[in-house]
């Protein structure tokens, strides 16, 4: 799968940033028994439907054309939102002193949300202010991390 989402990456990005956006990120995942494969942008001013509509319309037949994904699958665009998921280093830096959600895979003192402002990253070991102390969590122990909209 990681195959599929570099090459869809190296056909996307061009395209999108050639229509004054940022590929956030792209992730292919089955649901219910069905395959998605979605592109996240971003733009400062933010993203609408138009943005939307407009790279879909663009790496659609791209997509046909190369065909990077032998079975079938769901095509979806859209902003990588308010409380997006931050997956890459760059992400991170980005909101670096922002409000984060740190979700685990298993609890730790009964808890597996921690909401805290975002201290470090550190080869995927995330550490956050949270309650009068900074946490760090492992790469191992970290299910999501998302921008907090508390």
């Known amino acids: 799968m990681s195959k599929i989402v570099d090459i869809v990456t190296d056909i996307a990005r061009p395209i999108v940033e050639g229509l ?3 590929l956030w990120d792209v992730e292919y995942i089955s649901e219910g028994g069905q395959w998605f494969l979605r592109i996240y942008i971003d733009k ?5 439907i138009d943005d939307c509509e407009a790279v879909s319309r663009a790496i659609d037949p791209i997509l046909d054309e ?8 769901t095509f979806e665009v859209s902003s990588a939102g308010l409380d997006r998921v931050l997956k890459k280093p760059e992400h991170f830096e980005s909101f670096m002193g922002e409000l984060v959600e740190v979700k ?4 730790i003192n009964g808890a597996k949300l921690f909401t805290g402002e975002l201290k470090s990253y550190n080869n995927g070991d995330v550490t956050i202010a949270c309650a009068g102390e900074e946490l760090t969590f492992t790469k191992q122990q970290i299910a999501l991390v998302r921008v907090s909209l508390v």
């Open 44 to 48: 400062a001013e933010g993203v609408s």
């Open 66 to 73: 190369k065909d990077p994904i032998a079975t079938s699958y």
């Open 20 to 22: 004054g956006c940022e």
């Open 104 to 107: 685990l895979y298993k609890p």
